[in-house]
């Protein structure tokens, strides 16, 4: 067994309230030690069925990070994501402004594709998911203008129900 195995057990069976990865790795990662999206480094350890990850600490005790990632993120996984919200209701946007809604997509590799894209050109974007649906959003934009420049922009892009939605005051 490892000495970062051995850690892991050791801070299990202590109760310790350790760190979790930012995100749990893919059910096909075979590897024994995994970088979260955060570069934290977390080792694997298995107790009898269960895989644990043990977060890396230095001398220190502090957690190791600063590390690449070991899974890229696509670029619209990367993109902020807003919580889901009924289809009446104004998506709860993390900064007051306007907003322009390009569309919904059932296709990650789509909102993918056009997240880099768009990315790409300056735009910023933000993302909120529905089970099987992908709403991306360009914005804030500080006032109507600039809003309605970049809904008339993104029309041109192939994006031609893309609407303004604005923040509550």
């Keep these: 067994m490892s000495r970062w195995a051995a850690a892991a057990l050791l801070a ?4 310790a309230a350790a760190a979790s990865p930012a995100e749990t790795p893919p059910a096909d990662f075979t590897g024994d030690v995994y970088v979260d999206s955060a570069g934290c480094v977390f080792h694997r350890a298995t107790l009898g069925a269960r895989t644990v990850w043990a977060q ?4 220190a005790g502090t957690p190791v990070c ?5 899974i890229e993120r696509s670029a619209a996984e990367a993109l902020p994501r807003i919580p889901p919200s009924r289809a009446d ?3 709860a946007f993390p900064m007051p402004g306007i907003y322009v809604q390009l569309g919904a997509f059932t296709a990650n590799s789509t909102a993918d594709r056009i997240a880099a894209d768009l990315s790409g ?6 993302r909120q998911d529905f089970p099987r649906l992908f709403v991306l959003f360009a914005g804030p934009f500080e006032d109507e203008a600039a809003a309605a420049a970049a809904r008339r922009d993104l ?5 031609p129900d893309a609407f303004l939605r604005r ?3």
Excluded: N
């Excluded at 299990?12 to 109760?15: E, H, M, T, Y």
């Excluded at 600063?66 to 070991?70: F, K, L, R, Y």
């Excluded at 050109?121 to 933000?126: E, N, R, T, V």
């Excluded at 029309?155 to 994006?159: D, H, K, N, S, T």
């Design 89 to 91: 209701a104004v998506p």
């Design 121 to 126: 050109q300056g735009y910023s974007l933000l």
């Design 12 to 15: 299990a069976a202590a109760g």
């Design 167 to 169: 923040t509550e005051p």
């Design 66 to 70: 600063g590390a690449e990632p070991s």
């Design 56 to 59: 890396r600490l230095d001398p």
């Design 155 to 159: 029309r041109g892009q192939g994006f």
